[in-house]
């Protein structure tokens, strides 16, 4: 499985009252990694994968080591569990080759005229099967 990287350094807005990044920015930061990569997909977002968007019922997050002001970090993210609505984001967050955080969350296509789920836009599913070899 192929694995999408980005880069973001910490920054000041990050940082909690321990003197460390927060667990929600840690979220915030996954969120900015999984933007990045949809747009490499393509012209996708996660309002408009060609036919529908996406809902996120479920995040998980593993706080490995701390991360401080002014850390450079590389988010890994990849694709795993691909059902016909959903998919699961796996991200992994490292400094200097260390893991720092990991994570996962669930995203449902959802259909936000009819407000419901709806099965996943056939091209996107085209392009998440090829890039990481799953289905």
Do not use: W
């Amino acid at each position: 499985m192929d694995e999408f990287s980005f880069s973001y350094r910490v920054g000041i807005g990050d940082i909690n009252y321990g003197g460390h990044v927060s667990n929600a920015s840690v979220l915030t930061i996954f969120q900015d990694a999984r933007l990045a990569f949809f747009a490499s997909l393509g012209p996708y977002s996660e309002v408009d994968l060609g036919g529908s968007g996406l809902i996120m019922p479920e995040a998980h997050l593993y706080y490995r080591r701390e991360m401080f002001h002014g850390d450079q970090l590389q988010i890994g993210v990849q694709v795993t569990g691909l059902k016909r609505s959903s998919f699961t984001l796996e991200y992994r967050a490292t400094r200097d080759g260390e893991v720092t955080a990991e994570g996962t969350t669930v995203l449902v296509c959802f259909d936000y005229q009819q407000r419901k789920p709806c099965r996943m836009p056939p091209l996107f599913r085209a392009v998440l099967e090829d890039i990481f070899r799953i289905g």
